[in-house]
């Protein structure tokens, strides 16, 4: 798996899924996990459920990659969840 940065345009899509309820960790797994030798991006919105039924201590560790190829800072984190 590949993690990648986030785009201004991927930011808008994990700020509009989460918008619209969906877990942050699961959005930002969908934006920012892609095939490495394709780079496409690995998971879609249809995957949110799967995603978020996954065990914390697997999922974790792949969104601590995303935040830290792309750090959302703690006012951002905030923003995203409407807080």
């Known amino acids: 798996m590949l993690v ?3 785009t201004i345009a991927a930011k808008d899509r994990l700020q509009a ?3 619209d309820g969906v877990g942050w960790r699961p959005a930002l797994l969908v934006v920012t996990a892609h095939d490495p030798q394709t780079r496409e991006p690995l998971f879609t919105e249809d995957d949110i459920d ?3 039924a996954l065990p914390a201590d697997l999922l974790e560790p792949v969104v601590d990659a995303a935040l830290q190829v ?4 703690e006012l ?3 923003a995203i969840e409407g807080n």
Request: proline share 6%; charged share 10%.
């Open 4 to 6: 990648v940065a986030l």
């Open 17 to 19: 899924m989460v918008m």
């Open 50 to 52: 799967a995603l978020g």
């Open 70 to 73: 792309t750090p959302l800072r």
């Open 76 to 78: 951002e984190v905030g």
